[in-house]
T-cell receptor, first 117, second 112 residues
Framework: GAGVSQTPSNKVTEKGKYVELRCDPI?????LYWYRQSLGQGPEFLIY????????DSGLPNDRFFAVRPEGSVSTLKIQRTERGDSAVYLC???????????????FGPGTRLTVL | RKEVEQDPGPFNVPEGATVAFNCTYS??????FFWYRQDCRKEPKLLMS???SGNEDGRFTAQLNRASQYISLLIRDSKLSDSATYLC?????????????FGQGTILTVHP
């Protein structure tokens, strides 16, 4: 079946602009996660959703970052007033359930490579 | 101290070699442990979950030592196709049970 999809695959923008990154999770997956990955580093947690609500947004670096999942499926990560330091690959993942043990496999999308000039 | 630390690598090994990766984590309350594999410019994919008794999947063996807060991955009979970055991943559970914490990754190159 279809995996997690993310659009666009690449986004180049200028400093100070607003960007939206979209994630389509695997159908039926209730939990959705956003991470970002800088070159040479592992992915870094940003936020996750259980259904429509953000269950943990502790990884968002500042108030320029915001994410929504209004219908419990597709999610959009929004970045205002972009800065050069925001350049990274933004990864979305989904899982079928969200167990308190944490033992739920997260399936990752291909990512959006964001470049801020 | 980083929450999850891995061998810096890179590892360059010949086909057929056995290679081991180590990882330590700082939060003793961590509940779930994984190894993910990431190919160049691709997304991470789950390689193995790590259980407290240790587990094996073909050529891959994962071990967990909770007392030492240490996780390992052993790859036997390395193949060219094993070349990738291996990410040690911890889920702390509790109120953060949706969040995966990744190590920086260890690059493995298997050469002919």
């Amino acid at each position: 079946g279809a995996g997690v999809s993310q659009t666009p695959s690449n986004k180049v923008t200028e400093k100070g602009k607003y960007v939206e990154l979209r994630c389509d999770p695997i159908s039926g997956h209730t939990a959705l996660y956003w991470y970002r990955q800088s070159l040479g580093q592992g992915p870094e947690f940003l936020i996750y959703f259980q259904g429509t609500g953000a269950a943990d947004d502790s990884g968002l670096p500042n108030d320029r970052f915001f994410a929504v999942r209004p219908e419990g499926s597709v999610s959009t990560l929004k970045i205002q007033r972009t800065e050069r330091g925001d350049s990274a690959v933004y990864l979305c993942a989904s899982s079928l359930t969200l167990e308190s043990s944490g033992r739920n496999e997260q399936f990752f999308g291909p990512g959006t490579r964001l470049t801020v000039l | 101290r980083k929450e999850v630390e891995q061998d810096p690598g890179p590892f360059n090994v010949p086909e057929g070699a056995t290679v081991a990766f180590n990882c330590t984590y700082s939060n003793s309350a961590s509940q779930s442990f994984f190894w993910y594999r990431q190919d160049c410019r691709k997304e991470p994919k789950l390689l193995m979950s790590v259980y407290s008794s240790g587990n094996e999947d073909g050529r891959f063996t994962a071990q967990l030592n909770r007392a030492s807060q240490y996780i390992s991955l052993l790859i036997r009979d390395s193949k060219l196709s094993d070349s990738a970055t291996y990410l040690c991943v911890v889920n702390q559970g509790g109120t953060s049970y949706g969040k995966l914490t990744f190590g920086q990754g260890t690059i493995l190159t298997v050469h002919p």
